[in-house]
């Protein structure tokens, strides 16, 4: 019995009907047209197929020209039934897709919706066929991929030189960095690429959202289409000048496409001029220490004189994790009161000659087997940390709702909970200031969910290199705005501290995005709403994994 777990665990999201029927229409363009579904189910592409075939003047059976492939053999024999039911032939094969080998006559249309597994339950014999069928088209992809990477990228060596591929594809084709190397291909395999957004969620009980995608055409597009609608109804007003057209830069996320067109033009418009520029731009980021051992490494102010360790083999750091980091400053102050709750402000960081009360609390470790942790037992000695720079402002690269840049005002060293920048010296000192300040801005917030990436959870995390390329505003920017961002500082503390971010970023709006670059309120708040969009989505996203798992 073909149960919903069963179905679940192979990846099997039954489609709408009507966006099997609108993928159909739209890949089938003749009645000689041959049509493939792999993974075929019970038939959700090829029925639809059979009606816009014979709408075309097919022959009433189309037994050579209906074709399907389903790992389940239930399911297969379900196809066969559903075409017969329809006074239809067709030839379904049963067995993995991966295994199939392309026809010398192969399709006119490729369609269907490829199985769904994330790749934490995408393992063994089945991800390497997966990773071996895409290999053969020359796309490496990474062990991080979900299962219809590889399936897109199969599914379109069954394809002629004209041949059309229409999938439901989930929407993380455009956000996620393992996709990079499906979206390099989509753009270099096809002469037109375009994708169909929605608003709302069109799979029933599902909350994982979709795109599909129209690909055809062989020798490659220089950008992407896009055409956002609402819900399936949508589906038919598309007409010729419904498409947005992107073009991508390398290996740039698609995320840009999600937006509203006229937020868009605004955030590229400031983005893209001398008013912003990246956090790379104004210095290095980079990943904080790494112990080997937090438990170990990171000592509160009772357990250092429990330990009885000299002054000199501790150092002052930011405790680990980074729900301390609230403000806009990390004060000598902050960092005290923190200390005085028991917080674990001190890194054991013993010299060439530890003292006696070091040499027992080392002991104590090697008892514990902390000596045998990767990071430790790959350095000589086992219990000295490297230390990285100490940054001019504190960076919070996991976060739900947007990234924090701290000043650095305790001067203290850090962990790998959160990156540090150091600042370039001729804008350290308005950057150590006011940076912290001017990133509460709409179009810095909207910039980070763009360049970033959603984890579990809904998480957002950014890597360096994407902490690196975010919209910040320029240093000619903050020095023209110094003054009233320093008048607004005490107001935006209260604000931060009573959980009111919006009214810090509003203040903040008001002085760069309107008053200093002359955008009008409403597209500031076209910024805001486009940021909220991608914060819903990743949300959104959270919840379908909460479900899906």
């Known amino acids: 019995m073909d149960t919903p777990a069963l179905r679940k ?4 999201f039954f489609t709408p009907p009507a966006l099997a029927r609108f993928i159909a229409d739209w890949a089938i363009r003749t009645d000689l047209d041959t049509v493939l579904e792999p993974s075929c189910g019970d038939a959700a ?10 709408s075309l003047g097919a022959s009433p059976d189309l037994k050579d020209q209906l074709h399907g492939i389903e790992i389940h053999d239930a399911s297969a024999q379900a196809a066969l039934t559903q075409l017969s039911m329809h006074e239809a032939e067709g030839r379904i094969a049963v067995g993995d897709f991966f295994d199939q080998v392309p026809p010398k006559a192969k399709f006119d249309a490729v369609i269907g919706n490829p199985p769904y597994v994330r790749y934490q339950q995408f393992t063994g014999d089945a991800r ?12 490496r992809l990474t062990g991080l991929a979900s299962s219809w990477a590889a399936f897109t990228i199969h599914a379109s060596h069954f ?31 096809f002469a037109k690429v375009r994708l169909v957004l929605f608003e709302e969620l069109v799979f029933p009980n599902v909350l994982e959202e979709v795109v599909l995608l129209l690909a055809e055409g062989t020798g490659g597009a220089p950008s992407f289409e896009v055409y956002q609608a609402r819900n399936i109804a949508d589906l038919e007003r598309i007409c010729a000048d419904s498409w947005t057209g992107y073009a991508p830069s390398g290996d740039q996320k698609w995320t840009p496409a999600l937006l509203p067109a006229a937020a868009l033009e605004v955030y590229a418009r400031l983005t893209e001029g001398s008013n912003f520029a990246t956090l790379l731009d104004w210095g290095e980021t980079y990943l904080g220490a790494v112990t080997g051992n937090n438990d170990f490494f990171a000592l509160s102010r009772s357990d250092a004189a429990r330990l009885k360790l000299k002054a000199g083999e501790l150092l002052v750091i930011s405790p680990p994790g980074s729900k301390h980091l609230r403000g806009m400053t990390f004060s000598q102050a902050a960092w005290e009161d923190l200390a005085k709750d028991s917080k674990r402000c001190f890194l054991f960081t013993p010299g060439a000659k530890p003292s006696a009360a070091a040499l027992a609390y080392i002991a104590t470790g090697e008892e514990a087997g902390v000596h045998h942790a990767y990071k430790c037992r790959v350095r000589s000695p086992w219990w000295r940390v490297p230390l990285v720079e100490r940054p001019d402002l504190l960076f919070t690269y996991m976060n739900h709702d947007r990234p924090r840049l701290i000043t650095n005002d305790a001067e203290a060293q850090f962990l790998n909970s959160l990156y540090g920048v150091k600042l370039k010296p001729a804008v350290r000192a308005i950057g150590r200031e006011l940076l912290p300040v001017a990133c509460l801005n709409s179009a810095t917030l909207l910039g980070a969910e763009v360049v970033g990436r959603a984890y579990g959870g809904g998480m957002l995390k950014h890597e360096p290199k994407e902490a690196d390329q975010l919209p910040v505003p320029s240093a000619a920017t903050l020095e023209a705005v110094a003054d009233d961002l320093r008048a607004i500082r005490p107001q935006l503390g209260q604000a931060l501290r009573s959980t009111k971010p919006q009214r810090a970023i509003d203040l903040v709006d008001t002085i760069i995005l309107e008053r200093h670059l002359g955008l009008s309120p409403v597209e500031v708040a076209g910024l805001r709403g486009a940021r909220d969009l991608l914060f819903q989505r990743r949300v959104t996203r959270s919840r ?5 798992d």
């Open 128 to 139: 390497a066929k997966s990773l071996q069928a895409a290999l053969a088209q020359g796309v």
């Open 45 to 54: 592409f090829l029925l639809p197929a059979i009606e816009r075939l014979r």
């Open 159 to 189: 394809l002629n030189d004209g041949g059309r591929l229409g999938l439901v594809l989930p929407a993380e084709l455009l956000t996620v960095n393992y996709a990079a190397q499906v979206r390099r291909f989509l753009l270099s395999r």
């Open 544 to 548: 379908s994994e909460r479900v899906t």
């Open 9 to 12: 665990a192979r990846g099997a």
